[in-house]
Structure formats: C-alpha cells, structure tokens
C-alpha cells in the first residue's frame, strides 16, 4: 500500500466513524504533502528521521508513511479496519445495492471538509454512478454559502471534472437552497435554472409557527424549481450540535403538495438528524411521495452515511423505484428538469 492510499483510507474511516474533525484533518493535511512529495524523497526523509519536518506530518501520520513505505500495512490503519471495516447498521442492503447516486453532499466550496475531486473519487469507489454536488446557498453564510458568482464559477469546476471523467462517472450541478422566510429559494431563478437537480432545505426559524411554517414549506415544495425537500423537521437527535426538536407544521398539507408537484421527500441518513423520523417516513409513503435516499456528506467518509437511510427505508417498506436516486442518471435528470 503507498503512503497515500493509506493516509486517505484512515481518513475515510475515520470520517465515516464520525471521529473528530482534528483528527481526520490531520490525516487528509498529511495526504495532501504526501502526495505532492516524490516518493524518493519520501524514503530518502524516512531514512533520515525528516519526516516530520514536512508540512501536515506529525507523529502518527510520519508513522503510517514509514510502515507504508516499508510494505508494511500501518498499525493505525489495521486497528481501524478491524473495528470500522463492517456495514454501518444491519439491513438495508437491497435498497443500498439498488443506489445508483447520491443526491445531497458538500465540498470544501462551503462547509465541507474535502476538495470537490477527493468527494468524487470516494463517490466513485463507493460504487455509484453520479453524485450531485449541493454545496450551500448565500443566506447560509454560517456555512459559507455560494453567491451567485462563485456557483457560476464552480458549474465551471464541474464542467472540467465531468470531461476528465470521460462518461466513467458524472457529477451532478445542484444546491442545497435555502428556504427563506416566505417560502422562496435562496437563489437566482437563472442559476437555478442552470442546475441538475435542486434540495430545497429550511434552516433557520425552526420554531417558527405552524401555520406559517406549512405555508412556508407548501410555497417551497411548489417552485417548479425544487426537486427534493431537504431534512424536512430540521430535528437533530443526537451528536456534537447536541439535540433540537422537529419543526412543527401540517404534514399532510406538505406532503399533499410533494405529491401534486412530485418533490421528493428526502431521507436524510445523518445519523444525528436521522429525518423524518418513522411516523413521517411512513406517512409521506402511504400518500404517494417520492423519496431520496441521501447522505448530506460534509466528508468523504460521510457518504457512507447512505447506509442509514436504506436500513430505514427498507425497514418501513418503501418500495425501491419510489426512490430517485435508484434511477439511472437519464431518468434522474428528465424527473429534476423544471417542468
């Protein structure tokens, strides 16, 4: 295993075993130098004990290239095989099998934590056909939201990756857009327009109340822009961000109004948001909705995540082709164009 190979799969394990954002940092920094450093010179620094003296190397990164490099598997990395190199959860393999793409993840181009490429490339070895990249929109300044501007310039990015990849894999022009106050999307009409696919999410005024939020979320489902409504209750029941309590509003009302627009209602598979919860999962299934099994990644790691939600799906009985995310790439894109 190269030096590289194996900084990147302990990151990978690590981010998918939702470990501490330093301590994956500090692996990913450390793959970055590897891999811009001729390996010559690698061995030459091990030799020499100057491991560390190279930006992002410390401690226990300087040991996994010296094992690497000795064709040695790193200690690290098969004591993080041994525990993490299983399923997520038990069940939910058909509906993960059946998985074409990932509709909802982030890059580095707002509150993720890995370059558009690296969020590719896992997609790809994790065996999907396409990922839609939705970083956030401009009110979300929290998260680094994209303007106008720097959206246009990263359809532009993509442009680029996508001819690199010569049809191996696509991905995908999206936006995670910000629901606003009354319902409209935090963006341009002619950006929207100039995307994929579209996950329209509410993330402020949570509590707000609801009468106001149904009609907040009726308006938003109804933009013949939005094609997936995002974590939908906002609820977080567990993690570092601590807990917080489901959005109230009429599901029926909203779930009417996926229907007669046909939004896809999103399963979101982070564990600490796990949203809807089951009594909604099941509700939007028994009035006809559309779902989107989706990992909303903020790390390589984390696109794995989608294992959550296939166990939950499957353990709630949605049928697999009431999934759009288990459609081909064509069919994908005729459903997500605006009518």
């Not at 450390?30 to 030799?47: G, I, M, N, S, Y």
């Not at 707002?110 to 929109?137: F, R």
């Not at 999206?174 to 579209?198: P, S, T, W």
Request: charged share 30%.
């Amino acid at each position: 295993m190269e030096p590289f190979d194996a900084l990147r799969r302990i990151a990978f394990l690590l981010e998918r075993s939702r470990a501490g954002t330093y301590r994956v940092k500090a692996f990913r920094q450390a793959a970055d130098t590897v891999r811009t450093t001729p390996r010559e010179e690698l061995e030459q620094r091990a030799v020499d004990g100057t491991l560390t003296t190279l930006p992002g190397i410390g401690k226990s990164t300087e040991a996994v290239v010296r094992e690497a490099l000795a064709g040695e598997t790193p200690a690290y990395l098969a004591d993080l095989e041994e525990k993490w190199d299983r399923p997520l959860v038990e069940g939910g393999d058909e509906h993960r099998a059946a998985l074409k793409g990932d509709c909802h993840c982030h890059s580095d181009w707002s509150d993720g934590g890995s370059p558009i490429p690296e969020m590719v490339t896992t997609a790809m070895e994790l065996g999907h056909d396409y990922l839609v990249l939705t970083d956030h929109s401009p009110r979300l300044r929290v998260a680094n939201g994209l303007s106008a501007e720097r959206l246009s310039q990263q359809l532009n990015v993509i442009d680029q990756i996508n001819a690199h990849l010569d049809g191996e894999f696509t991905l995908l022009k999206g936006i995670e857009v910000d629901i606003l106050d009354d319902g409209a999307l935090d963006q341009k009409d002619e950006m929207l327009g100039r995307l994929d696919l579209r996950v329209a999410s509410v993330h402020s005024k949570l509590r707000m109340g609801p009468d106001a939020m149904t009609r907040r979320m009726v308006t938003a489902v109804g933009n013949p822009f939005t094609n997936v409504l995002g974590h939908c209750t906002g609820r977080l029941v567990q993690g570092e961000r601590g807990t917080r309590p489901q959005s109230t509003f009429d599901a029926e009302k909203v779930f009417q109004a996926c229907v007669d627009h046909d939004t896809a209602v999103e399963i979101n598979s982070r564990p600490e948001r796990s949203d809807p919860p089951d009594e909604l999962i099941t509700l939007a299934l028994d009035m006809g909705c559309l779902f989107s099994i989706d990992s909303d990644a903020h790390a390589p790691g984390q696109l794995d995540f989608q294992q959550y939600g296939c166990e939950r799906a499957e353990r709630l009985g949605v049928p697999i082709d009431r999934i759009v995310n288990t459609w081909d790439r064509e069919r994908l894109l005729d459903w997500a164009r605006p009518a």
